[in-house]
């Protein structure tokens, strides 16, 4: 079991930004794969941004150009910078880490972005 805590999530106005972050309780592994995933009230979870352990990222459409994530293994942190929030990026944003094909998820954080 690896626990997970993100934090950062805040009201904005539209065009903000905000930083989320997410510690995980023990050692981030290499192999490990970190990610963001969020959920829009009456919506499904979706992938927002993941990381692997060299540092390939991927992104999902309505992201790109705006979020960047990245992650500090000695920290045993990962990151999510979101910058010219919409308010279609309102959610919660939960952290996720991949290990050995298992999930472990955080309890996620809330954004809320204003227009």
């Known amino acids: 079991q690896v626990a997970l805590v993100e934090s950062g999530g805040d009201l904005v106005q539209a065009g903000g930004s905000l930083r989320l972050s997410c510690a995980a309780a023990g050692r981030i592994l290499s192999s490990d794969i970190m990610g963001w995933n969020r959920q829009a009230p009456g919506k499904q979870r979706e992938l927002v941004a993941a990381?692997?352990?060299?540092?390939?990222?991927n992104y999902a459409d309505s992201v790109k150009g705006r979020f960047t994530i990245s992650r500090d293994n000695a920290k045993n942190t990962v990151y999510l910078q979101m910058n010219n929030l919409k308010p279609e990026d309102t959610g919660l944003y939960y952290c996720?880490?991949?290990?050995?094909?298992?999930?472990?998820w955080g309890k996620g954080t809330p954004v809320t972005v204003s227009s």
């Open positions: 996720r880490l991949s290990r050995f094909g298992i999930d472990f």
């Open positions: 990381i692997t352990g060299s540092g390939n990222t």
